[in-house]
């Protein structure tokens, strides 16, 4: 761990970054059994901020800027690997920038690791225990397997933020963009049930809902009433109309293929159809589906 605490702008972390922080903290001491774990993401060029702890006993850790190549965490950070010492403030491999913070939480045994998203270290993770002692492989493979787990919330968080980018601008006029505006909208909506964060779950719903009003504005749509589909319909449909088969459907939006089958007949039902590709073209025409 090194830098120096409230360097620089303060670049405050997403909602949805906080809660999957805080979820790979918490996998991370369940799995490893160290009682101490605390983390966070970049917050500027070669910066990383620690902004969740957890099983702490003090805040001094809060806020502190980790500096690539300084203290633990930021040699993990430049090496792109995790590392781990016996007693921090002892180490001979490391620098000591924040000595004084890692004692004032009485911490002794310390590891680190890396959060990389397309080779790109985007955070770093800690566990730590009170007393020096070696760390074995049980927590160092289970610290790995949180940031892990974080990347891959970091990647649908990254692929949410380009869905919305798309979804927020001027719904095309020329039929060739439509295409890509329908399968953002089919992405989003299957992307939105895997979000955990329920504000950005809810502004990518709303997202997926001016998509579809905007179908209803092209000539020759209708005037957006029709039927009450129900969530589960739309995102069915939406999936049906990049030619998904209820097992890709099912899988993309966790539901069983039987689940799938019977969203699908509802749907056709309320619309008044009776096939696949009716249902989709007439929830365009009603503006469900964009």
């Not at 949410?160 to 089919?186: D, I, K, N, T």
């Amino acid at each position: 761990m090194g830098g120096s605490g409230g360097i620089g702008v303060q670049l405050e972390p997403a909602a949805g970054d906080s809660v999957d922080v805080r979820a790979a903290l918490s996998r991370l001491r369940r799995a490893s059994g160290l009682p101490v774990a605390f983390g966070g993401l970049l917050a500027g060029a070669g910066r990383y901020r620690i902004n969740e702890l957890a099983g702490t006993e003090t805040a001094v850790l809060h806020g502190l800027d980790i500096l690539q190549g300084n203290g633990l965490g930021g040699k993990a950070v430049a090496l792109s690997r995790p590392l781990a010492v016996t007693d921090y403030s002892a180490s001979s491999v490391i620098s000591h920038e924040y000595d004084a913070a890692v004692a004032a939480e009485g911490l002794r045994s310390v590891l680190a690791v890396p959060v990389i998203v397309r080779r790109r270290v985007r955070g770093v993770l800690y566990g730590a225990l009170r007393r020096p002692v070696r760390l074995g492989d049980r927590p160092l493979s289970a610290a790995v397997e949180a940031a892990r787990e974080l990347e891959q919330a970091l990647v649908l968080q990254d692929e949410a933020a380009r869905l919305l980018s798309l979804a927020r601008q001027p719904a095309a006029a020329e039929p060739a963009r439509w295409e890509e505006v329908r399968e953002a909208h089919g992405e989003l909506r299957a992307l939105a049930q895997r979000i955990a964060d329920p504000l950005l779950r809810q502004e990518m719903l709303a997202a997926c809902g001016r998509l579809a009003t905007a179908s209803s504005k092209r000539p020759g749509a209708q005037d957006g009433t029709g039927p009450a589909l129900s969530p589960r319909e739309v995102d069915v449909l939406a999936c049906v109309a990049s030619g998904a088969t209820n097992a890709v459907v099912a899988e993309r939006l966790g539901l069983r293929p039987e689940t799938v089958k019977s969203y699908l007949r509802s749907g056709m039902r309320k619309l008044g159809t009776h096939t696949r590709l009716q249902a989709v073209i007439a929830a365009r025409r009603v503006g469900a589906l964009p």
